[in-house]
């Protein structure tokens, strides 16, 4: 396999990674089993990500931009998914960030 089928096969797959994510994980609440399904494709997810850059990086470098935002979005998947933030501690953060602004209806 080329590198260039190896980035588009990457590729394919992770923006059905990220649409399976975001039917499943995003939209609604998912089950103790669908999230440990999910952990296990994203490490591997991942992992494939780290090898298409680290290959791109010598044959390909001007695909790296998107092989990078594509990392942080998968990073970013395991915050959201796994350690969502809290009602109590994103109202907190809103506070802080707004400081001037009147509290949101309905939390006080």
């Not at 609440?29 to 494939?48: T, V, W």
């Not at 092989?67 to 395991?78: A, Y």
Request: hydrophobic share 40%.
């Amino acid at each position: 396999m080329s590198a260039e089928e190896l980035f588009d096969f990457w590729l394919r797959r992770s923006n059905e990674f990220m649409a399976w994510q975001e039917r499943r994980f995003v939209l609604r609440e998912a089950s103790a089993r669908e999230l440990c399904e999910h952990s296990q494709q994203l490490d591997l997810m991942l992992g494939l990500t780290l090898h298409v850059y680290s290959m791109a990086s010598r044959s390909m470098p001007e695909k790296l931009s998107t092989i990078r935002g594509r990392l942080w979005q998968l990073e970013d998947s395991r915050e959201l998914v796994h350690n969502p933030v809290s009602d109590q501690e994103a109202e907190a953060t809103l506070d802080q960030v707004f400081l001037d602004e009147p509290a949101t209806p309905g939390t006080a």
